[in-house]
């Protein structure tokens, strides 16, 4: 069965770091893309990027260009969304997803976000 | 704003059919298949429609979905309340970057 796990509920003050996961299984992990989706409090979702894990090959859309990283570790079968600094603004709900064949077919359950002082 | 139009709300009594809309233009939908994504009240979205009209895995077949030009939709008959939910459309540009509408919340009155 495939399952992607992702990491708890993170609090965090504004400037701070974080790196939250996405562990997959059930599927060979280096054979699909990775993608992750912002859901801000009452809105919709938005697409920041994804990655292929096999080759780490990273693609961001052009409105998370340079504010989060996203990377994967193909030993640990996991994928991650990462900050440097956060902002107030960065508190939402963070989802990952499985592509294939252009579907997002398995989502996470959703890693919650709150930035504040 | 979202790059996929939708209307925020659909309603209608249980046993109706809806028709929720999804408008793009010829460099997104007018190219690409179209997905829906059901997402349940305090929910992960889930997959509903791929391709166009094909529906997923586990997904009723009161769920039907239609492409059209640069326009999709997505028509839900015999409405019953745990259909209640906000449904977004998506679909891809050419830089693996997903598009989704912004969402319609559907309420079975």
């Known amino acids: 069965e495939v399952q992607l796990v992702q990491s708890g509920a993170e609090v965090r003050e504004p400037g701070e770091s974080l790196k939250i996961s996405c562990k997959a299984s059930g599927y060979s992990f280096t054979t699909n893309w990775i993608g992750w989706v912002r859901q801000l409090p009452g809105k919709g979702l938005e697409w920041m990027g994804a990655i292929f894990p096999d080759d780490s090959d990273t693609r961001y859309s052009p409105s998370f260009q340079g504010q989060v990283t996203i990377s994967a570790d193909k030993s640990l079968n996991t994928a991650y969304l990462q900050w440097t600094s956060l902002k107030a603004s960065d508190s939402a709900l963070y989802y990952c997803?499985?592509?294939?064949?252009?579907?997002?077919?398995?989502w996470g359950q959703g890693t919650l976000v709150t930035v504040s002082s | 704003h979202s790059v996929l139009t939708q209307p925020p709300s659909a309603s209608g009594p249980p046993g109706q059919r809806v028709t929720i809309s999804c408008s793009g233009n010829s460099s997104n939908i007018g190219r690409n298949y179209v997905y829906w994504y059901q997402q349940l009240p305090e929910k992960a979205p889930k997959l509903l429609i791929y391709r166009n009209s094909q529906r997923s895995s586990g997904a009723p077949d009161r769920f039907s979905g239609s492409k059209s030009g640069t326009s999709a939709s997505l028509a839900i008959s015999g409405l019953r309340s745990e259909d209640e939910a906000d449904y977004y459309c998506a679909t891809w540009d050419n830089s693996l970057t997903a598009l989704f509408g912004g969402g319609t919340k559907l309420t079975v009155l």
């Open positions: 997803a499985r592509r294939s064949d252009a579907s997002l077919d398995y």
